[in-house]
Nanobody
C-alpha cells in the first residue's frame, strides 16, 4: 500500500510561480514512477508530468516549457515547480503512482491562477 499527500497549492496571479510537493509513504520500495495530474472544473483529469525512478521525465505540451518535475533521492517526495502560471493552469493537482495494475492517488491540492 502506498499513500500520497499533496501540498503547496495556492491562489496566485498570472505570471507567478508555485512549487507543489507530494509526499509518498507506505511501501515506498514498490514505487518506480510518480506523476502529477490535474483536473479543472468540468474537465477530465489530465497528465501534467511524470518522472521515473531513473530520473527520466515527460511533460504535457501545455506545460513543457514552464513546469519542472523532480524528486528526492529516496523517491519519498516529488515536486512540481510551476513558473509563468496562466489562468488555464487553474485546477486541482493530484499526485499519482502506478504499481502493477493499481493506480494510487492523493486527494489533491488546489491551484487558482487569476488574470
Amino acid at each position: 500500500q502506498v499513500q500520497l499527500e499533496e501540498s503547496g497549492g495556492a491562489s496566485v496571479q498570472a505570471g507567478g510561480s508555485l512549487t507543489l510537493s507530494c509526499t509518498v509513504s507506505g511501501t515506498i520500495s514498490s514505487v518506480s514512477n510518480l506523476a502529477w495530474y490535474r483536473q479543472a472544473p468540468g474537465n477530465q483529469r489530465e497528465l501534467v508530468a511524470r518522472i521515473l525512478y531513473g530520473g527520466s521525465t515527460n511533460y504535457a505540451d501545455p506545460v513543457k516549457d514552464r513546469f519542472s518535475i523532480s524528486r528526492d533521492k529516496a523517491f519519498k517526495t516529488m515536486f512540481l515547480q510551476m513558473n509563468n502560471l496562466e489562468p488555464e493552469d487553474t485546477a486541482v493537482y493530484l499526485c499519482n503512482t502506478k504499481i502493477g495494475g493499481t493506480a494510487y492517488w492523493g486527494k489533491g491540492t488546489p491551484v487558482t491562477v487569476s488574470a
